[in-house]
């Protein structure tokens, strides 16, 4: 069984530029999360999608962040306009159910650095 | 309310030897504690889980102990090895995954 992919894998950036992760998620998991870990300290969730909707996002920070999931599959997390404090690795998660069972599997990550 | 507090940030220990790294929460809805492990360059891993509702649960060397009534859990790695070198993450469940502050673990040949 494929793992949580995710693309690209290393972005730099400049202040106030807009950036595009994207993930896609091991198949037939239905709910899909998106983490930001800032170096030194664990992941923080930035939002949940149970299969295209959306479950939990109120530690996004909408006025710069925004996250989608067409088709209920696939996922792209944008940042625009970037800020110095948004360097971080950026995590996609899956599993099949939100509760219950719901062993998180997680992708590689993409490490952001905004200059 | 959503807090979980890890210890130590960093651990040293000699091969053969017992890790131990602690988490507390305040949380009385968390219904479920999972430690995951990160290796560099990689995304966490789940390693073992518990229920509040099991004082202790253990996978091959890896043990986690849990104490409701003090609202701390640990994770002991047994017979520790080099290749156990990593971050370990203790995360707890309410409404979302709560991850604490994580424990780079290093384990001396």
């Known amino acids: 069984e494929a793992g949580v992919a995710q693309s690209p894998r290393y972005k730099i950036i400049e202040k106030r530029q807009s950036v595009a992760f994207w993930c896609n998620p091991i198949?037939?998991?239905?709910?899909l999360y998106w983490y930001q870990q800032i170096l030194g300290q664990g992941p923080k969730l930035l939002i949940q999608?149970?299969?295209?909707?959306?479950?939990?996002d109120s530690q996004l920070p909408k006025d710069r962040f925004s996250a989608e999931r067409l088709k209920g599959v696939d996922s792209t997390l944008k940042i625009q306009p970037a800020k110095l404090e948004d360097s971080a690795v950026y995590l996609c998660a899956s599993s099949r159910v939100q509760r219950g069972g719901n062993t998180q599997y997680f992708g590689p990550g993409t490490r952001l650095t905004v200059l | 309310q959503q807090q979980v507090k890890q210890s130590p940030q960093s651990l040293i220990v000699q091969k053969g030897g017992i890790s131990i790294i602690n988490c507390a929460y305040e949380n009385t809805a968390f219904d479920y504690f999972p430690w995951y492990q990160q290796f560099p360059g990689k995304g966490p891993a789940l390693l073992i889980a518990i229920r509040p509702d099991v004082s202790e649960k253990k996978e091959g060397r890896f043990t986690i102990s849990f104490n409701k009534s003090a609202k701390q859990f640990s994770l002991h790695i047994m017979d520790s090895q080099p290749g156990d070198s990593a971050t370990y993450f203790c995360a707890a469940r309410g409404s979302r995954l709560t991850f604490g502050e994580g424990t780079q673990l290093t384990v001396n040949p």
């Open positions: 999608f149970q299969n295209n909707g959306v479950v939990d």
């Open positions: 198949s037939g998991h239905a709910t």
